[in-house]
């Protein structure tokens, strides 16, 4: 496959179109995330419509992917027509903020990658400074609209550098939302988590379940088992 497009073993990303190209974290949170009894999903921030794709894949749920961005609205479009589920996954050109206060929708699960970033130098190209910075859509916007389109019993999950996570984790008690798992990304065995994977809900968990998940062998670079175990439903090479 080209820069332009990512092959996986049931659907195709194009992403000639689009800043918003396929990447590890946002395979990570498709195959991560809790889909148990889930019947109807939000995808915040869809981008090529990766996500939206992969729990088309792995649940017979209702699918809303909502995107700001007008090349990458035309970009999930195509990916989503051309995938094995168009009937189940409805796309929507809006902000999240609009979206949320105008959909009468109530989701019991809602998804994110949010590709804001705190501490980056600002890009010169706009579209590429919007991916990589905290600027139209605010940790406090994301869990304001999330407390308005959320199920009483439902989850949250999104995927974010260390750094913001622990922000994130502070500002989201705030809200109502507790954490009910986290798992902490390690490129390389040996090295420090550049990532969290976290799961919220409005229950409050006597017990939260935290791990770690290395992607790579210190010794070689390979795949770990427990990596190539979790997305190998996606993966070609797997």
Not at 56 to 72: F, G, L, P
Not at 86 to 109: G, M, T
Request: glycine share 6%; proline share 3%.
């Amino acid at each position: 496959m080209s820069n332009n497009s990512f092959q996986f073993k049931q659907f195709i990303i194009k992403q000639d179109r689009t800043v918003f190209k396929v990447g590890t974290d946002g395979v990570l949170l498709g195959s991560w995330v809790n889909i148990s009894s889930v019947k109807k999903v939000l995808d915040i921030g869809t981008g090529t419509g990766l996500i939206a794709l992969m729990l088309a894949q792995r649940t017979k749920a209702e699918i809303h992917a909502v995107e700001t961005d007008d090349a990458s609205f035309l970009q999930a479009g195509e990916n989503i027509r051309e995938s094995p589920w168009p009937e189940r996954i409805s796309l929507f050109h809006s902000s999240f903020q609009d979206f949320a206060r105008s959909n009468q929708a109530k989701y019991d699960l809602i998804v994110t990658n949010p590709p804001y970033f705190f501490d980056a130098i600002k890009s010169a190209d706009d579209a590429k400074s919007m991916s990589r910075h905290h600027v139209r859509l605010s940790f406090h916007e994301i869990l304001t609209g999330v407390s308005e389109v959320l199920e009483q019993s439902g989850l949250f999950a999104l995927i974010l550098p260390v750094i913001e996570g622990k922000i994130f984790l502070s500002l989201a008690n705030s809200y109502g939302f507790f954490l009910k798992r986290k798992t902490d990304v390690i490129p390389v065995a040996g090295k420090k988590a550049i990532r969290y994977l976290m799961e919220f809900t409005r229950e409050k968990e006597h017990s939260i379940q935290e791990n770690e998940l290395i992607v790579h062998h210190h010794t070689n670079r390979e795949f770990t088992k427990d990596y190539r175990e979790l997305t190998k439903d996606f993966y070609l090479c797997f």
